[in-house]
């Protein structure tokens, strides 16, 4: 990797090809396994939001008393609970298992 930079910080062509070819392996250093759990907090979040607005939204367009509103805005955010857990729970494991076969 240091070879790399070196190449890039001198623009030399052949330095860099030479750094790219060779059988040398860098180390990626990533925060944890918490930063995984960022990707989904936004995911759902952003989509939980988004869809929780557009049924209330719609309820409430419609004319519908305030229970029906809550109401539907409650059920609304179960259901994405429990469809975001599970996608993301099949994605993982699904990722897991293509890592493991490769």
Known sequence: ???????HEVKDVELSVMAHDSKSTATEVHSGEASGYIKSLVFG???GIITTFAIVA???G???DTNTVILMGVANLIADAISMGLGDYISSKAEADAVQVS
């Open 58 to 60: 719609a309820v409430n």
């Open 1 to 7: 990797m240091v070879l790399a930079k070196k190449a």
């Open 45 to 47: 979040g952003l989509d």
């Open 62 to 64: 419609a004319g519908l």
